[in-house]
């Protein structure tokens, strides 16, 4: 029960927050061209960042919530905090460099350091961090797991490429941890990111403003959290190595064609959007 709790808290935290900063995070020197070249904020997901990591102070301080143990709530802190920030950089900052790894890798010929690049890499050694903590084994589980959070925060940004679209990912794979675990407070991480998200699911569709990696690689990273802490080992490694495999794979394939290219997937992405 307290994950439905927790779900629907975020989301009326996240509208709310977003009601009160929501002007200042529209200023002009945060505005960004979205696919149809409208111009609104790029920043809307610092909501979710703020949610995230105070609601994951919330259970870090609140050890009686359950089965769940503080260091999954410091864990979701520390991932809410770091891919925030990281995320807020790269979209107030964000340089040429595009293409996926590879594109910030080949920028590195040209002795350019691309703040994708810097995410990426800042990224993986905060996950180390958070997995470190709540990874119960050795090295390769620690590893495992944190190959996983920072693969699933950068999962969820490079389905960032059309309004309400990571949104969607993640919550029909946070509905697939729930059918697998039930609503198990390890369930948490992910209901906060989530509902934080789908409180700002309207002003997102209604292209009022986009989440941008901000927002996006906190819900994927958390998500992703609540998997490492809900699953068995070799789930997780299985889990690990779907994630990789798809950032992988976007590096040649691209996500927005294959979705355009199935009816079934192309109605839910374009379920609620604006029409063009």
């Excluded at 935290?13 to 995070?25: M, N, Q, T």
């Excluded at 940004?157 to 675990?181: E, H, Y």
């Excluded at 209901?191 to 789908?198: D, I, N, Q």
């Excluded at 990789?244 to 927005?256: A, C, D, M, P, T």
Aim: charged share 10%; aromatic share 6%.
């Amino acid at each position: 029960m307290i994950v439905v709790v927790v779900f629907l808290g975020a989301a009326t935290c996240a509208a709310v927050l977003w009601a009160v900063i929501g002007p200042a995070l529209s200023n002009e020197r945060f505005l960004r061209s979205n696919y149809r070249n409208a111009s609104l904020s790029g920043i809307g997901g610092v909501p979710v960042v703020v949610v995230g990591a105070l609601g994951s102070m919330v259970v870090l301080m609140s050890v009686s919530v359950e089965t769940l143990d503080a260091t999954v709530g410091f864990a979701g802190f520390q991932l809410a905090v770091g891919f925030g920030v990281l995320g807020f950089l790269d979209d107030i900052g964000g340089q040429a460099g595009g293409g996926g790894l590879v594109g910030h890798l080949r920028e590195l010929r040209y002795k350019r350091v691309t703040t994708g690049l810097v995410k990426m890499v800042g990224g993986l050694l905060w996950s180390l961090l958070a997995s470190a903590l709540v990874t119960e084994g050795g090295a390769s589980g620690v590893l495992r797991n944190a190959v996983l959070l920072a693969a699933g925060a950068n999962l969820a940004n490079l389905f960032d490429r059309a309004p309400g679209r990571s949104v969607k990912v993640a919550s029909l794979v946070s509905v697939g941890l729930l059918v697998t675990v039930g609503l198990e407070p390890t369930l948490v991480p992910a209901a906060l990111a989530v509902g934080a998200a789908c409180g700002l699911l309207w002003f997102e569709m209604r292209e009022q403003m986009m989440l941008g990696d901000t927002g996006v690689n906190v819900v994927g990273a958390m998500v992703a959290l609540s998997a490492v802490v809900s699953l068995g080992s070799t789930a997780l490694w299985v889990g690990m190595g779907v994630v990789l495999g798809l950032n992988v794979l976007s590096e040649i394939v691209s996500f927005s064609r294959v979705i355009a290219a199935l009816p079934p997937l192309r109605w839910i992405d374009a379920l609620g959007r604006l029409k063009s």
